[in-house]
């Protein structure tokens, strides 16, 4: 089966060896995908605003793949203080308020950057190809 990939031009992309997004059939998977354009972080301090970047990198990249937002399945949010979980769950609603896919949501001790404060995973399910 054919696999078209989407990169970001991420520095960690090549060098761990993972594309941003991934489809296969009619899925599409999305990398854990953080609040990082050009190498810097977007929003440093502001969960929401991470949020609301991250799950636009995750629309563009399955746009690029055929794939839309209204196609997600599943979202798991990674988050390094649970206590701010209803800034980040507002930026979720804005993308899925009406699709409402099932979602996860833990606390995680850090990610990658120490001022990366949210992670988000997504998966699709899009037409036949």
Not at 60 to 80: E, F, H, K, N, P
Request: aromatic share 6%.
């Amino acid at each position: 089966m054919e696999r078209k990939k989407v990169f970001t031009g991420s520095p960690w992309e090549p060098e761990v060896g993972y594309c941003r997004a991934l489809r296969v059939g009619s899925r599409i998977e999305v990398a854990g995908t953080t609040a990082v354009k050009d190498g810097v972080v977007v929003g440093a301090g502001n969960p929401y605003e991470q949020a609301k970047f991250i799950l636009q990198t995750i629309e563009s990249a399955l746009q690029a793949l055929g794939g839309q937002m209204s196609d997600v399945i599943r979202t798991r949010m990674y988050v390094t203080d649970i206590s701010k979980w209803e800034e980040i769950g507002r930026a979720h609603g804005e993308f899925f308020r009406d699709v409402q896919p099932v979602a996860t949501m833990v606390e995680v001790k850090a990610l990658i950057d120490p001022q990366l404060l949210v992670e988000i995973e997504a998966e699709a399910v899009v037409g036949d190809q």
